[in-house]
């Protein structure tokens, strides 16, 4: 990030005159602001939409399984492997580990992901709600 603000820095000095530096830091500071905006998830936003649209069937507490198995500490773990939880034999075959972006792809589609899964939802189109849904997972530990 201070590489690419460095490179914008010396750009704009080459083309532009001394006096308008404080127009380019002010430029730099919106660039910054526009990137982090765009890349950070957000946990209190996943949160939210983990209570409107999982936690009718998934607990965040360890040994909690209902409709679905408890997603406590479910970031990084092996699918499938949650004790107390019958599974399909489509996910306990998928080998899959819940990685983000292992995640990302389940919850875009879970039927065309790992078909035969028996999770009965159909997906979360929105890519920005993903990663704030997969950033508020990552914060649940078992
Ligand atoms: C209507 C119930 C239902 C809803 C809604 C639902 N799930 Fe599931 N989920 C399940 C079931 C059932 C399974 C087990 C799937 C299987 O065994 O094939 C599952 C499995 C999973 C798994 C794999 C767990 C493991 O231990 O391998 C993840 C991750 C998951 N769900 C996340 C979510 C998220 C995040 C949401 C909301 C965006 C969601 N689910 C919405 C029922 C649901």
Avoid at 59 to 78: E, R
Avoid at 122 to 142: F, K, P
Wanted: some cysteine.
């Amino acid at each position: 990030m201070y590489q690419a603000m460095n490179a914008t820095m010396r750009t704009y000095q080459g083309t532009l005159p001394m006096k308008s530096s404080i127009i380019v830091a002010l430029g730099v500071v919106a660039f910054l602001a526009a990137q982090s905006g765009a890349s950070a998830a957000d946990v209190a936003k996943g949160k939210e939409l983990f209570s409107e649209q999982c936690a009718a069937c998934h607990s965040v507490q360890p040994g909690q399984n209902g409709i679905g198995p408890t997603l406590a500490g479910i970031y990084d773990k092996p699918a499938a492997s949650t004790p107390g939880f019958q599974f399909s034999g489509a996910l306990k075959a998928s080998k899959i580990v819940w990685t983000a972006s292992a995640l990302d792809k389940f919850l875009e589609d879970p039927q065309s992901d790992v078909p035969g899964t028996k999770m009965p939802y159909m997906g979360l189109a929105n890519a920005a709600e993903r990663a704030d849904v997969i950033a508020y997972l990552e914060t649940l530990s078992d």
